[in-house]
């Protein structure tokens, strides 16, 4: 049976490994990883592509037929975005482009795999004890495949892309992407800013409780709209290692900037999880809350951070997961919740006779 799902905090979503939805929540985060590197090469394309003149009082752009290829490749190729019917021609609607690309992938994965999408947002909650370590590193390594595969198919699509072109492929993150003026330092600012902001209201909206619901994919989507909007013009607004690590894997551009933007990015999603840990505290998968939480032992907590599984004592299926554990204390009482996690040895009749106490005080606390 598949394990809880918590509506009101879709990021912190997992499912547990021995479950047979888990192997679906991978492909979820391969396949929409795929597409969203997808629709940001044919952003990053369309602009690549679009020669700019100052005529006057005004800025006239004209786009090359590889950027109509480059939007339609985000429109009818990746089936997610064909609402955007539409090719982009400028930076005023790339970020919206990005954006509500993003929320869409997010509303497709929350419910199966979390809707992570981004290595420094899955770094970040496997940090903060919101994740599982097994979970985070098999979704960190398919969503950098997913980039490189996404890499991959626009250098078969996209005119004069080809492998190993160097700077200047579609995607790509590289001296022909930032602005010419920014110095290295004011990159590496403008990356951890940017992911920051971004990780944060995943955080906010998407972890904390009460969280956003349904509303929180939308509103990450807005944040990268308004990060775009403001440092894309600077840095091309990477704000995901695996959108820098795709095009560098298939193209072999922005070898001697990529470092910079995948240590802003990781450093970003470490102090979003110290902020947020700082505020309201680590996850119950932190070992740190875990072991005072559900009284475990330190093999038994790092075990339940590293697997998301729950001890065997202390589950009811070898499919629970952390939620799961949660949901069935509160709906103990008092005295069945400090049986269910007092001595390894608690027997079901023992919990039992407990939860009976409980009703019966209740009762008479009515009466």
């Excluded at 979390?114 to 969503?143: D, E, K, R």
């Excluded at 991959?152 to 590289?174: K, Q, S």
């Excluded at 619901?213 to 807005?222: D, I």
Aim: proline content about 4%; some cysteine.
């Amino acid at each position: 049976m598949p394990s809880t799902v918590d509506q009101e905090t879709v990021f912190s979503n997992y499912q547990a490994i021995a479950s047979r939805t888990f192997s679906i929540s991978l492909i979820v985060e391969f396949i929409v990883s795929f597409d969203g590197c997808i629709g940001y090469i044919a952003y990053f394309s369309i602009l690549q592509s679009c020669v700019c003149r100052d005529n006057q009082h005004q800025r006239q752009c004209f786009c090359s037929g590889s950027s109509a290829l480059a939007g339609s490749l985000a429109a009818s190729g990746v089936l997610i975005f064909s609402f955007l019917g539409t090719t982009v021609t400028d930076k005023v609607h790339g970020p919206w482009v990005n954006g509500l690309a993003l929320a869409i992938c997010i509303y497709m994965a929350a419910n199966i795999s979390g809707g992570h999408l981004n290595p420094a947002v899955t770094m970040s909650t496997l940090l903060c004890g919101f994740y599982p370590l097994l979970h985070s590193m098999l979704y960190i390594a398919l969503q950098i495949v997913g980039a490189i595969f996404g890499s991959l198919l626009a250098a078969a699509l996209v005119p004069e892309a080809h492998i190993g072109m160097g700077n200047g492929g579609p995607g790509c993150f590289d001296p022909t992407t930032i602005d010419q003026t920014i110095t290295r330092s004011q990159l590496f600012g403008w990356e951890v800013v940017m992911t920051f902001t971004l990780i944060s209201v995943v955080y906010a909206c998407g972890v904390a409780k009460p969280g956003h619901g349904s509303f929180t994919p939308l509103v990450v989507g807005l944040s990268l709209v308004a990060c775009a909007g403001t440092g894309g013009k600077y840095t091309g607004a990477a704000l995901n290692p695996a959108r820098v690590i795709g095009p560098l894997a298939v193209f072999g551009c922005g070898k001697e900037l990529a470092w910079i933007y995948i240590l802003a990015e990781l450093l970003a999603a470490l102090l979003a999880c110290s902020i947020f840990a700082f505020v309201s505290g680590f996850g119950p998968l932190s070992p740190f809350t875990s072991m005072a939480t559900f009284k475990l032992g330190q093999v038994e907590a790092m075990w339940m951070w590293i697997t998301g599984n729950p001890p065997k004592r202390l589950s009811e299926g070898g499919d629970d997961n952390v939620t799961d554990l949660v949901s069935h204390l509160q709906r103990m009482g008092t005295s069945a919740r400090s049986a269910f996690l007092g001595g390894k040895g608690a027997s079901k009749s023992a919990i039992r006779r407990a939860d009976e106490a409980d009703a019966a005080e209740a009762k008479e606390d009515q009466a």
